[in-house]
């Protein structure tokens, strides 16, 4: 399978957390939409009682790919997380990286909306900035 113009071969997971205030009081269906680089539905959760999702499969490069001195195949790859709840911000994740073989957590910190409606599209935007293995 090609993702990209990359070869991918290997499986990586990827588990989401939602939940509200440092307490980490979890969020109850929050839906969870899991794209690609090119915007491309992956996969779509909603969290569970415990403010998780089932742990996603995804296509990702094998670590061998990045093994070759000055290689142009990053060891991981990369996939956008967008998050609803209801009565909460929206969240935006951008480029969460997902190695082969292994569980990437990605924690939501979902932000209760003001109580004005002027303010209840906010969307919270994070870019993960890339590893350098």
Do not use: C
Not at 66 to 85: D, K, M, R, T, Y
């Amino acid at each position: 399978m090609k993702l990209g113009g990359i070869s991918l071969s290997a499986i990586g997971y990827i588990q989401v957390y939602a939940y509200t205030s440092n307490a980490r009081i979890p969020i109850e269906d929050a839906a969870v939409a899991v794209t690609d680089n090119q915007n491309r539905l992956l996969a779509l959760r909603l969290t569970d009682e415990s403010e998780k999702i089932v742990p996603i499969a995804l296509s990702v490069p094998d670590f061998s790919t990045s093994q070759e001195p000055e290689g142009a195949i990053a060891p991981f790859g990369s996939v956008n997380l967008s998050a609803h709840a209801e009565d909460y911000e929206d969240i935006l994740v951008r480029d969460v990286q997902v190695f082969a073989d292994t569980l990437t957590q990605q924690d939501l910190q979902f932000v209760p909306l003001p109580e004005l409606p002027s303010s209840w599209d906010l969307v919270q935007q994070y870019t993960t900035t890339p590893q350098y293995l």
